[in-house]
């Protein structure tokens, strides 16, 4: 099978090669999918630019996939050969920038009538999105919640979950184009341009001087530590990057009894929560409540260039790949 992998760490301009692999054989937990469409994350750039012991050349990255089984393992009872799946694969294993990937059955939901562009773009963002606002943070109907960067992959997927519950939401971006798609496409209440404006301010103005409740982080880095700044005593912030800050700021966070989570997808990959959450996104799909946005589909020979439209920081929602048809 064709794959486009990368052969070392590196610029996206210079590490993928499409090189010919050995179709891989279903566990008996597993299923063989043949690769229709993929895209690309955050993930896959972090991966591709950060050396990790872990990992071993070539790396085949790509950690959604819509496409249809072609074989099963001998324990899998509920998906059969021609099924079309959506799922994330996991992330320390070969992805799905190949003709074919193994993915575990659990992780897989089969869809009908689904736009396989929409199947691909949809899992890891919107599983990310679903777990850290239900299962982290548990938002409720009136909360007020500032989601980071809400144009971006997760955040336009956060943004339309927690609407759609009734919240009261906030969000950042800074181009032209990010700000109007936040207002006027996902309807966020509140759309603060972090470039000219003071964010903590217009927090502190918006909440009447009181704080956050509820962040989700989708930035990490400064926008993190800033974020903490944000919050009430008793607030929440939970992040989707590995984050760090200093023992004054860890000293601050504990005055104010700051409650920090993490969301890693995967970790629920072999719980059937990946399921569960992506049927529930399927039906807000199919309902028109829930639209993911496509800003571009690039070939499959183009990985390289879609990674570096993603480093680039212009892209509005998620950036799709066509394997094979």
């Known amino acids: 099978m064709k794959a486009n992998v990368i052969i070392q760490n590196g610029?996206?301009?210079?590490?993928?090669?499409?090189?010919?692999?050995?179709?891989?054989?279903?566990?008996?937990?597993?299923?063989?999918?043949?690769?229709?469409y993929t895209s690309i994350n955050p993930l896959d750039c972090r991966i591709r630019s950060m050396p990790n012991s872990r990992r071993s050349f070539p790396i085949t990255l790509g950690y959604d996939v819509y496409g249809t089984i072609v074989d099963t393992g001998s324990a899998v009872q509920d998906l059969q050969t021609g099924?079309?799946?959506?799922?994330?694969?996991?992330?320390f294993f070969a992805g799905a920038n190949a003709e074919y990937v193994v993915v575990k059955a659990i992780r897989c939901l089969k869809v009908e009538q689904l736009d396989p562009r929409i199947g691909a773009a949809i899992p890891l963002v919107g599983i990310t999105a679903y777990e850290a606002l239900h299962d982290k943070l548990k938002i409720l109907p009136g909360d007020t919640i500032l989601i980071h960067a809400g144009a971006g992959g997760v955040g336009h997927i956060a943004i339309q979950l927690a609407k759609h519950i009734g919240c009261n939401v906030i969000t950042t971006a800074?181009?032209?184009?990010?700000?109007?798609?936040?207002?006027?496409?996902?309807?966020?209440?509140?759309?603060?341009n972090y470039q000219t404006e003071d964010?903590?301010?217009r927090i502190l103005t918006i909440t009447d001087g009181k704080g956050l409740a509820y962040i989700l982080d989708t930035v990490g880095g400064d926008t993190f530590t800033q974020s903490l700044d944000c919050l009430r005593s008793d607030g929440h912030i939970c992040t989707i990057l590995p984050v760090s800050f200093d023992a004054a700021t860890g000293y601050t966070n504990?005055?104010?009894?700051?409650?920090?989570?993490?969301?890693?997808?995967?970790?629920?990959?072999?719980?059937?929560?990946?399921?569960?959450?992506?049927?529930?996104?399927?039906?807000m799909i199919d309902s028109k409540q829930l639209v993911p946005h496509i800003s571009a589909v690039y070939a499959f020979d183009?990985?390289?260039?879609?990674?570096?439209?993603?480093?680039?920081?212009?892209?509005?929602?998620k950036i799709v790949v066509k394997v094979q048809s």
Not at 304 to 313: F, I, S, V, Y
């Open 11 to 36: 610029n996206a301009a210079d590490v993928f090669r499409v090189i010919d692999l050995e179709i891989p054989t279903p566990q008996p937990d597993e299923v063989l999918v043949q690769v229709h």
């Open 83 to 91: 099924d079309a799946i959506i799922a994330s694969p996991d992330p």
């Open 174 to 192: 800074s181009r032209p184009e990010s700000i109007e798609f936040c207002k006027n496409i996902l309807k966020a209440d509140h759309v603060i």
């Open 199 to 201: 964010v903590k301010e």
């Open 254 to 283: 504990l005055l104010k009894n700051i409650n920090i989570s993490y969301e890693f997808m995967n970790v629920s990959g072999t719980s059937g929560r990946h399921r569960t959450i992506l049927h529930k996104l399927v039906e």
């Open 302 to 317: 183009a990985i390289d260039q879609a990674h570096l439209q993603m480093e680039g920081k212009h892209t509005m929602g």
